[in-house]
């Protein structure tokens, strides 16, 4: 089964190739890190998570939301969703691989990880996070693997995997749970503080992650004549309408705390986000993008016709990934240190060679996802013709 | 009993509380009382900073520090790592008629260190006599203490430092975190912290440091006294650190 993904077209190198260059540059940048330092990104005393931090932050989201398609197909047997399960395990298993390696390069001492578990500490969220992100990751290789290749087989699969299946359920959610507490027990960063963090995580997962996988689906059966179904697509397209309209209630909920109670603590972040404070606003422009671009994708997937034309559908996935990413993958980690607890005003732009390594596991992720996808699309082929 | 009488009596714990709030504070300070009379409790460090007497203008504490802690001075904001600095408060309205402060910032020593409880390798941890330490073999640099400091107090080594004026105290390479220890390493030899000495050297007398658990000693009388204020008091973290004059 595995050999497929070490045979295929010439289109399918080429992409492994674009990979691999991803890779390489990212390595490159990350031997510099190595040894001038995390000088060399644009994190400073102020600002000291940037760019990696937030990626991981997204991408737990994307990791979790793969319990958007396990739960309706095991838990309510939704039949509709049976080709499109394998798919969401593959993004879930490439998300959550991709997580680790960006705590890893944000690491001052990133050959000390192993610390993290040699060194178990019940009192801190980041071990609790570490090892609800690799029980995912163990539960998803398992399960994805087992299910797959018994459905190879032609078999139901190994009674079992279902115990897993199910635990895989409440772990999903709790590892973007738990990635929220990472910021918001701590008394020092006000505008994490809030106890709508774990929530608004997991909404916004429920959109970006199902919005990627109807985009995946969409370009495999453009691609590669493998098709999950019409009816899979815009099940999923609901899903997200819906975590996209929650997701935006839970921030205007935010917003009505912050500005109503009007104190400065949490007032100022959010006049950082959206007008910038003594001058610096590198934020503002994103963020008024990208909640634009949230409400009106939100608007525009609550009306069925929108939704049911596949090509307006693909753009508006494009939108809710895009807003979701500038909101977690750059608004909410950054601006939780501006103002910092002292009131500073500093403002954090990610470097050039920062960039090269956030591409190089972004990378990984997408070599790791295309093989996975390239196995499932090959030995799926060889099922139809026999 | 007044609430204002009762609260003026509580002392510098309460500095900053309102009423309402006082409630689990009051529970914190009765355990550090009867850890007080405990005669395991031993030596528990703190530090008056009197800004009456500091001059805005002396470096002398900073300076000490640098030298006596290896404390890496690279020349932009950036990347500088400081134990001790002096801070300028600036009133946010100008019509309002309060003049600038300039205030020294440091390690607060929390006896409730919010740096210790996140760190994932217990790297950062609390010695018996309340210092907060960190072991750079240990760190594994991920930033989440300077993240979780109110005080602003913990630093990073973004690079390595160029100089190492003191060479019986290790330097620090890049990619671990820092803060004050009040030179814990001084205070094991029988001394008092760098920033402590160069202050009195330099004639002020602006930073008091001694053993709360000594009635007898300067600092546990100006604490008793409850005048001091300390930063964020409300917070939950027990600093260590008063101020005079803030």
Known sequence: ?386 | MDRRIFLKKSGPALAGVSGAMSLPILASCSSQDAQADSPLAGKKWGMVIDLTRCQSDCTACMDACRQENNVALHGDPRWDVHWIRRATIRPKDESSGLEEKSVLLMCNQCDNPPCAQVCPVQATYKREDGIVLIDHHRCIGCRYCMIACPYNARFFNYKDNPEWPNKEYPRRSHGVAESCHFCAHLLDKGGRPACVEACEQAGQRALIFGDMNDPESEIAQLVKEGLLKRIRADWGTEPKVYYQGL
Request: net charge positive; charged share 10%; glycine share 8%.
């Open chain 1, 1 to 386: 089964m595995l050999e497929a993904a070490f045979r295929g077209s010439k289109r399918y190198w080429i992409l492994l190739g674009v990979w691999s260059t991803l890779i390489l540059i990212g390595a490159i940048s990350f031997s510099r890190q190595l040894t001038e330092g995390l000088t060399i990104t644009g994190m400073s005393q102020d600002v000291s998570w940037g760019i990696y931090i937030a990626q991981f932050t997204f991408l737990v989201g994307v990791a979790a939301s793969a319990v958007m398609v396990v739960l309706p197909y095991y838990l309510h047997d939704y039949k509709a969703f049976g080709k499109l399960v394998i798919l969401g395990e593959g993004l879930a298993i490439s998300a959550v691989l991709m997580c680790p390696l960006f705590i890893l390069v944000d690491l001052g001492q990133p050959q000390r990880f192993t610390n993290v578990l040699l060194h178990p500490t019940m009192n801190s969220m980041m071990f609790w996070d570490s090892l609800a992100l690799m029980g995912y990751l163990v539960l998803n290789l398992v399960i994805g693997a087992t299910t797959f290749d018994a459905e190879r087989k032609g078999g139901p699969p190994p009674r079992w995997v279902k115990p897993l299946i199910l635990l895989s359920i409440p772990v999903a959610v709790s590892i973007h749970t738990v990635t929220a507490f990472l910021y918001s027990g701590l008394e020092a960063r006000p505008f994490w503080m809030t106890a709508i963090l774990a929530p608004r995580f997991l909404a916004s997962a429920f959109a970006s992650g199902p919005s990627l996988l109807i985009l995946i689906s969409l370009t495999l059966r453009g691609l590669k004549k493998f098709d999950v179904g019409r009816e899979a697509i815009q099940k999923l397209a609901l899903i997200v309408a819906y975590a996209m309209v929650i997701n935006i209630f839970f921030t205007g909920v935010e917003f009505f705390t912050a500005l109503y109670s009007d104190m400065p603590h949490h007032v100022h972040a959010f006049e950082y986000m959206f007008m910038g404070l003594e001058g610096q606003n590198v934020l503002a422009p994103w963020m008024w993008t990208g909640m634009s671009i949230a409400i009106i994708c939100a608007v525009l997937l609550i009306v069925p016709k929108f939704r049911a034309n596949e090509r307006f559908l693909a753009i508006l996935c494009v939108g809710v990934i895009a807003s979701i990413w500038i909101e977690k993958g750059m608004g909410i980690v950054v601006t939780g240190f501006v103002p910092s607890p002292l009131g500073k005003v500093v403002a954090y732009t990610p470097t050039a060679p920062e960039l090269a390594i956030t591409a190089g596991v972004y990378g990984i992720g997408l070599l790791v996802l295309t093989m996975l996808y390239k196995i499932v699309v090959t030995v799926r082929e060889r099922q139809q013709v026999m």
